[in-house]
């Protein structure tokens, strides 16, 4: 306990010098007499509530805009869908902020389904189906191995995400077939890479696909 010589008191807590006279003090310091209280850290949903309260004001704000001016604005509805992209991004990275491949796929989902819409609203000229998403679903697969041997996980881990790639890759099919695919190489190619990734996956990494889809599924 700390103490001082001139008014010969003795002082609880750490204290730089006497509350009383100024003077320097003797003794150790000892624990403060009341508990120090945290302060409350905003929570993961309050956050992500503040983000929406701002999103749908500025989606009130550009709807009246809009209805005042009497006229519509080429560039507001991609504004009002960026703006929700942008609460949907920071959702993702607040609750998937401790998995950082999961974050990451969550990510290039949404960026490959922004392209899709952005492309249909500009009267599809297709080049989200004949360049992104081929470069994408190649691009995830890779980023999800160095990540992976980067952060020293078991393959288990995170081979579910490769599935998944592997299977929303093969819906690429659906405008190869539908021919509204303007250059439908690339796609090829990025859906035939993944068929022989993933068949390297489940002849070779048998024993842990089976382990990490219990893992995922909780089976």
């Known amino acids: 306990m700390q103490n001082c010589p001139k008014c010969r008191i003795n002082i609880r807590g750490d204290k730089e010098c006497c509350p009383l006279c100024g003077s320097s003090l003797t003794g150790s310091p000892s624990p403060p007499a009341f508990p120090v209280l945290e302060r409350k850290k905003i929570s993961r949903m309050t956050l992500s509530r503040i983000v929406l309260f701002l999103v749908i004001i500025f989606e009130v704000i550009l709807t009246v805009i809009m209805i005042m001016r009497g006229r519509r604005f080429v560039w507001a509805p991609l504004a009002m869908i960026a703006a929700i992209v942008v609460y949907l991004d920071v959702r993702l990275i607040l609750f998937y902020r401790d998995n950082y491949i999961r974050v990451i796929t ?11 819409v952005v492309d249909k609203a500009t009267h599809w000229h297709g080049w989200s189906v004949a360049w992104v998403l081929p470069s994408c679903f190649i691009g995830l697969i890779i980023l999800t191995f160095i990540v992976g041997v980067v952060l020293h996980m078991d393959l288990e881990d995170y081979i579910v995400y490769f599935l998944f790639t592997i299977v929303l890759c093969l819906l690429q099919l659906i405008p190869l077939l539908r021919g509204i695919n303007p250059y439908p190489l690339p796609a090829a190619i990025s859906i035939a890479a993944d068929i022989i990734f993933a068949s390297g996956l489940l002849l070779f990494r048998g024993r842990e696909t089976r382990s990490g889809a219990r893992k995922y599924f909780n089976t």
């Open 106 to 116: 969550s990510q290039v989902y949404l960026g490959m389904i922004v392209c899709l």
